[in-house]
């Protein structure tokens, strides 16, 4: 368990920025599901629950997804359940249990890059966006790969085509993290390929996407593809599996998630 000196609700973004920034070990808790995994002393504990960032709105061109959204809500989106194959529901519904959902948010799961994350990789196979505080917005990818700096995770923008996604994932057992996950997109005949729970964060395999995407579109070249996927990411073992059994799943599940978006 973690423990809180102070508890604040802040009534603006502005005032909550400034809050976070006053000490080091001042940190915004969400919904605190993680943090209540860990050990942690926090200073000033941030809620940002006063700031309408729990949201999932649709625009012209985006979905819009607020930081206090929580994993739950995601799930049962009717929004969310009517784009892209219901890659994100599909991607949190088996997250430890409905009760753990309902209190986990989108902010607490993306800012923190957790690499076990199966939102993240789900986002990160889609055209999302992340909006900061201080750093305004880039692509979820150059999120990941940035040094982390201390901000405000306003939302996630979700530019609306017609891509379609597929989830997948192995686990020891149902409620528990995974031990590799991956989200496999297509837009006409793009396709990005993302890994996660290496157990390191999410990212592309870039030289498999390329290859399926520059490639005809059969069993043998599918097949390629998720052995370059293979070969080009790096995996490490803990305490739920080998590197060398999460390569294995990962060709396996890469070559499924393929032959199954091709054919939405």
């Not at 808790?29 to 709105?57: C, H, Q, V, Y």
């Not at 923008?157 to 996950?181: A, E, G, T, V």
């Not at 996660?196 to 990212?203: F, L, N, S, V």
């Amino acid at each position: 368990m973690f423990t809180l000196m102070e508890l604040v609700q802040p009534s603006s973004l502005e005032e909550a920025y400034e809050i976070l920034m006053k000490r080091k070990n001042n940190i915004v808790i969400g919904g605190s599901a993680f943090l209540r995994m860990g050990e942690k002393r926090i200073g000033t504990g941030i809620d940002l629950s006063n700031l309408n960032l729990n949201l999932i709105e649709e625009t012209e061109d985006y979905i819009e997804i607020g930081a206090m959204t929580t994993l739950r809500d995601l799930e049962v989106s009717p929004i969310l359940n009517n784009y892209f194959d219901k890659v994100i529901p599909n991607s949190v519904k088996d997250i430890i249990g409905v009760q753990f959902r309902n209190v986990a948010t989108v902010g607490g799961s993306v800012f923190s890059r957790y690499g076990f994350s199966d939102l993240i990789v789900a986002l990160l196979s889609l055209d999302t966006e992340v909006e900061l505080y201080k750093g305004g917005k880039m692509s979820l990818e150059e999120f990941l790969n940035k040094e982390y700096e201390k901000d405000l995770l306003i939302k996630l923008h979700i530019k609306k085509n017609n891509m379609n996604s597929i989830y997948k994932c192995m686990r020891n057992s149902r409620s528990d993290y995974p031990i590799l996950n991956i989200s496999v997109s297509k837009l006409d005949n793009n396709f990005k390929i993302c890994v996660g729970a290496r157990p390191q964060r999410a990212t592309i395999a870039k030289k498999a996407s390329e290859f399926i995407s520059n490639n005809t579109l059969n069993e043998e070249n599918i097949l390629k593809a998720s052995e370059i996927a293979c070969e080009e990411l790096v995996f490490g073992s803990n305490m739920r599996a080998s590197k060398e059994y999460r390569k294995a799943i990962c060709k396996s599940l890469v070559k499924n998630a393929l032959m199954e978006v091709s054919s939405c």
